[in-house]
């Protein structure tokens, strides 16, 4: 069978069509020029893949790639990275002797998808699915350090944290934060990329500002943009497989 033929025949000219539209705008002509699919049959396809939001059109009525690509590809790479972050995040407490939580961004919060609790004493306890402010924090300021200049401004408006030190994060590659989200906490924490090289998510450490001291990133920056990137390489090697 050849590889591009399924032998289910709609679905392999659907696909045809996706993938015509991979390297930009198409009419209906140039869809049917390229796959070689009958006008009518192009047609009914390309207007089907539209209500199903995997195809759009363009200003002009050219037919684009729609944005459910887009969340496919990002709940399959989210599913990549929750199974590597599970043992990324074991190996960074057991590193730091610290809580490893690892944060992603919706909307005007920051949810925590993944945690490694530290196993005794004082801690900072997030669990799994908590929602926690985009206004404090090392993850929340590295989730919005690389944002567009436009988010930047209107989330800056009611943070604790200024353009300073989202200049410093850019610059050093890491957050810290001391007293910051929570009386008597500090975290450090990096971010995390994925193949387009967009941040899309943030891991890192909290716990007691007692242990951890007034400038956390001196004793902890290191492991967690080490974890950080692993996360990151992981993401790039498994999006090319």
């Not at 659907?14 to 796959?35: C, F, N, Q, R, W």
């Not at 199903?52 to 200003?59: G, T």
């Not at 050219?62 to 989210?78: P, Q, S, T």
């Not at 967009?198 to 891991?203: C, Q, R, S």
């Amino acid at each position: 069978m050849d590889s591009k033929n399924s032998g289910v025949g709609v679905l392999d000219k659907a696909v045809s069509i996706l993938a015509a539209l991979e390297s930009g705008p198409h009419s209906l002509a140039e869809l049917v020029a390229v796959t070689g699919i009958a006008r009518p049959t192009a047609h009914r396809l390309a207007v089907a893949l539209e209500h199903h939001r995997l195809v759009s059109r363009d200003l002009t009525g050219r037919f684009i790639l729609g944005k459910r690509n887009g969340e496919l590809a990002a709940a399959a790479g989210e599913d990549r990275l929750l199974a590597a972050a599970a043992p990324a995040l074991a190996a960074l407490r057991d590193a730091t002797g610290e809580s490893a939580q690892l944060y992603k961004r919706q909307g005007d919060q920051r949810v925590c998808v993944a945690v490694a609790e530290r196993l005794s004493g004082l801690r900072d306890s997030v669990p799994v699915g908590a929602a926690l402010t985009m206004q404090a924090g090392s993850a929340a300021q590295v989730l919005l350090a690389w944002e567009d200049s436009e988010k930047i401004h209107r989330a800056l408006g009611k943070a604790r944290f200024t353009a300073a030190h989202l200049a410093a994060v850019r610059r050093r590659g890491w957050a810290q934060s001391v007293g910051e989200r929570e009386a008597g906490v500090a975290s450090v924490s990096a971010p995390v990329r994925g193949p387009n090289n967009k941040v899309i998510a943030a891991v890192g450490i909290s716990g007691p500002i007692e242990r951890l001291g007034r400038q956390p990133g001196r004793l902890h920056a290191a492991a967690i943009v080490a974890t950080a990137a692993k996360l990151s390489e992981y993401l790039a090697k498994n999006n090319n497989q």
